[in-house]
């Protein structure tokens, strides 16, 4: 490497030395190469005459000031230094890019036959010379031109103003975004697609027009995505008064693109998996994941673009609070316990993980090598959690005060976190001055607690310790403001009220201390108390349960997620207590009054199915490793596995009754018919531990009419290594293998197959017709699950796994860096595994860093993981 990348700070922050007001451009598209004109209107703000321009890959073809030629310039690493300006001046600039040959999907790049763009983070730097920074915030008016056939569609920000033909086949459309905002919200879209089109009356009664753009041939499965479009529209004006600012909204869906979706103002690009969907196509949870990534970016135009980030440290400021916002959203739609279960999930797993590895930050990070590298679980779920516990200490009305305030301070200009609590604290009159240390403090808070009761006082005593373990970028640790929610119940599952000091307390306590005790007086009996209710904070929760009260618990607590959370509880007891028998070379067992729980909730009349589907389900391999500091993964796999066909063999009568009595004739994706396949398909995932298990998943499989069923019967065939599993694996890829998308269900289960000889079969899927490294869903679908989901496969001994891992890896880090540093996270946390495995991952890494090309994104997470 020549130079190594540098760090930025957030505490070195300055301001910009200009600003730009208006900026006209025009795009002059051709494959392989575009060219751009830029003319900006600057003004200068600090006191210099040299302006700093953000470039990277970019042919520079003129400058001009005020209209004259202009020489004093140098093109320097990473941008243009332009001398000698006046105070206030228009600045042309005209570059030429290649899009063709913009494999890293970042600036303008080519998606099949379509031109598009991804600017967030740094990515309109690619496009032109521009102060490529959140906190410069101009008009944009954008010309497109291109050649007609192919591009009969022309697309931009804002509104379009004006069109024309040229000769030669080609023509243009002019248009104009009235918002200013910064350039990471710039897109421009061309190419030729079909359009499903709506509409929808804002709550003033302005009529906003709303447009999907998809490849052709694929109207028919755009009508969820524009469904959830107009259910987000009104459920921000609802809940949050917050109303669509333009006369059109559009979205294009793209194949080939690095993230989920992109929330550019007015013209929103997604990765077409968070759009296409029809039941033969899309899963349950791709309908919901569509509703959710659609609702998410339509949010972003208040919480991101009407306010937005001072600078990249703050991105928590727009992404926590759209992810909670995007989180409200499919609570409110659907079941709110499922989705919280689902949450929750997230953080516990992979956002715990993250706290633990070498690459660990706080949801506000102090230092980026790049900034792509900090689209994480940390600063999205966690940050979204973070959120969520200011929203539980201000309560739905102080909270949308906060709301008001924050866009009352900050409409239209680029904030920080500080000033969003600032607004939550003003308005509410809460104080939010240790809670602060959420922004800035990193790795997860162990809580734990004790109880003592006195029967004679008929007091319960709780005493709450929390300590913070050092992370890889801190050492010391403060005490943090937790949200800590509690109820206690007497042995006939009535809730019983909190007194403290003769006064009724309320049931989420303020802990703020290392360690603090609540005396609870008038409790008459020993209770059993329900912790961490709704998981009000992100924190691991220590507490030494007995088997009762949690299987108490599961049936009494007041609130679906304190069930599901005490059967998570219950569960991870027998795991640890299993892996250790296992490691002892003991027998995987689990006793009667464990299983007997679970039945009972399995018969439970009063419980939703999509409930009782989740409480059936065991924590990942991912989750479970997360329990330990030293990861044992053959033991791990072999517990999680050996449970599922104990609790399927005890309980397969039920399974089975259950099973066929939620069979449904028609199709539909009401909550109330995906919350019975979610059911029926959780029972089909044990009952293919079973004897009957080929057979069911054979004609479940056979008779399906709806992906979800077909996919729940592939999976259950892949997991439990079924006869049928190749038969099955077979009809499908015959049936779909010129549809990328809906082979990525396919791929996946080809990277998360247990077999042994896995890695071959994956290596062979990489010939596959339908596959392709160029594209990240293929990539993710089958690597990333390798990766990531195939823990005995991939942690096999002989290495050959981290070995294929590194193959990839130095492949990608030319072609598309971004999606390479995804991938990689599964090896930084090498010092999780045994010391031969450690070596022959560290092996793989060094390898990677002694690269002389190594992109920046994967030189921050080999050094930062190295050097831990
Ligand atoms: N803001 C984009 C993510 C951009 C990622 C850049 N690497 C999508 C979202 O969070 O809504
Ligand atoms: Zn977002």
Redesign the pocket.
Known sequence: MAQSPQAKYRKDYQSPSHTITDIDLTFDLFDSATTVTAISQVKQLLDSTTLFLDGEDLVLKAINVDGEAWSQYQEVEGGLEIHGLPQQFELTVVTQINPEANTALEGLYKSGGAFCT?C??EGFRRITYYQDRPDVLAKYTTTVIADKENNPYLLSNGNRIDQGELEGGRHWVKWQDPHPKPSYLFALVAGDFDVLRDNFVTQSGRDVALEIFVDKGNLDRATHAMTSLINSMKWDETRFGLEYDLDIYMIVAVDFF??????NKGLNIFNSKYVLANENTATDTDYLGIEAVIG??YF?NWT?NRVTCRDWFQLSL??GL?VFRDQEFSSDLGSRAVNRINNVRIIRGPQFAEDASPMSHPIRPDKVIE??NF?TLTV?EKGSEVIRMMHTLLGEEGFQKGMKLYFERHDGTAATCEDFVAAMEDASGVDLTQFRLWYSQSGTPKVTVSSEYNASQKTYALTIEQVTEPTNNQTDKQPLHIPFDIELYDSKGEVIDLVMDGQAVHHVLDVKAAKQTYVFENVAEKPIPSLLREFSAPVILEYDYQDEELIFLMVHARNEFACWDAGQMLLAKYIRSNVQAVQNGDTVTLPSSVIDAFRGVLLSEELEPAFIAEMLALPSHNEVSGWYASVDVDAIANVLKSLKVQLAQELNDELSAIYHSLKQKEYSIDHAAIGKRSLRNACLSYLAHTEQGNSLVQSQYQSANNMTDTMAAMSAANQAQLPCRETLMADYSEKWKHDGLVMDKWFMLQGTNPADNALDVIRETMNHEAFSLKNPNRTRSLIGAFLSNNPVGFHAKTGEGYQFAGEILRELNSSNP?VASRLIDPLLKFRKYDVERQALIKQQLEALKSMDNLAKDLYEKVTTALDA
């Open positions: 991804q967030e983070a690095n993230m989920g979706a992109m929330e998410h970016e972003h991101g727009k992404e759209t900034m792509n689209y999205y971004q």
